[in-house]
């Protein structure tokens, strides 16, 4: 296995294993303003990815996201199936036409919050996980190339993530709830975070 | 039988799909094809693109087939799975807004008289419509 190959498995494993850790911090936070479902979603979304982690890291990268993004949108059983498994889509279409990591991983990363957007017909604001991606794919821009790139982004998804309490829910089942929605952390916004935090983790550990 | 639109009918919960599915043909007999599913890949509530996509194609007919959702994640789920059907079925499957037994029951009385995809999806809607 190429040295590319053996980090992006061992980076996958470690940004499923942190999501199924934090499922029961996911459930409460989407019984606090949507269905609960958030936390069991994702680990059967994530346990699905580990269970094919062999073949799916024996593709080639564009070919191994695209896996991911299928894996999810079957197994997860939630909005956020389509959600998360539309970003990885995307990300592993960027690859496969003509985009190269690490070069262009805002662009890629790009790519991959457009989809979620187009998917969910939201954008930034609207007290989702957008309202991490997004700031990071700024904080992707703007500090590409900058030697403190990883820590900038773990900042800006942490920072991100508790900007979604104040927020008023206007998509999915949160917004059933208007005003009452206000002063909780949205759960996708904290497992888009868990996840940005993982991959992080893993960057720098293997650093 | 000439064909009509077939049905679908994708809640979170399996009993309010079947539910529904009894209504409809009720309603309309066994002239229209309806299919249903609902429930999370582990059987709880929620909405499965494997049961939704086996669903379109149990339901499928040459004229399309309107699919009809509960709340959120039914209609994300259900534009995920239209979109992973083979190419040549793609274009022929709506996701309708409207009210999901309400519609189903509409959309499916429509389907009956031998009407196209959009005067089904259009039908089913108007229940949407202020």
Redo the contacts between chains.
């Keep these: 296995m190429s040295m590319q190959a053996e980090t992006f498995k061992s980076l996958v494993k470690v940004a499923a294993e942190q999501v199924i850790a934090s499922a029961p911090e996911l459930t409460s936070l989407d019984q606090a303003i949507g269905?609960g479902?958030h936390g069991?979603?994702m680990k059967?979304g994530c346990e699905a990815v580990l269970g094919k982690l062999d073949s799916i890291s024996a593709q080639p990268l564009d070919e191994a996201l695209k896996m991911i993004g299928k894996t999810l949108?079957?197994?997860v059983?939630?909005?956020s199936?389509?959600?998360y498994?539309?970003f990885f889509l995307a990300a592993g279409e960027a690859l496969s036409h003509d985009k190269h990591l690490p070069e262009d991983l805002a662009d890629v990363f790009g790519s991959a919050v457009n989809a979620v957007s187009a998917?969910?017909r939201s954008h930034a604001g609207e007290k989702t996980m957008l309202d991490v991606l997004v700031p990071v794919l700024e904080t992707l821009k703007t500090a590409a190339g900058q030697p403190d790139l990883i820590e900038r982004v773990r900042a800006t998804a942490k920072e991100a993530v508790e900007r979604t309490a104040p927020m008023l829910a206007t998509k999915?089942?949160a917004s059933f709830l208007g005003a009452r929605s206000v002063g909780h952390v949205d759960p996708g916004a904290r497992s888009s975070c868990v996840l940005v935090q993982a991959v992080c983790a893993s960057l720098e550990g293997g650093q | 039988m000439s064909e009509t639109v077939g049905i679908v009918i994708v809640s979170h919960s399996l009993d309010i799909a079947k539910g529904t599915a009894d209504m409809v043909r009720q309603m309309v007999g066994s002239e229209v094809r309806v299919a249903f599913c609902g429930g999370?890949?582990?059987g709880?509530?929620?909405?499965?693109?494997?049961s939704i996509i086996d669903a379109i194609n149990d339901a499928w007919s040459a004229k399309g087939v309107a699919i009809l959702v509960d709340?959120?994640?039914a209609e994300?789920?259900s534009?995920?799975a239209v979109e992973?059907l083979e190419p040549a079925r793609r274009d022929h499957v709506v996701v309708c807004n409207a009210p999901i037994v309400e519609g189903a029951v509409m959309a499916a009385t429509e389907a009956a008289g031998g009407s196209t995809l959009a005067q089904v999806k259009a039908v089913a809607e108007e229940l949407s419509a202020d």
Excluded: K, Q
């Design positions: 269905d479902d069991t979603n059967r949108v079957m197994t059983g939630g909005a199936g389509p959600l498994g539309s998917r969910g999915g089942r | 999370n890949p582990d709880g509530l929620g909405t499965s693109v494997p709340l959120g994640g994300t789920n534009e995920m992973m």
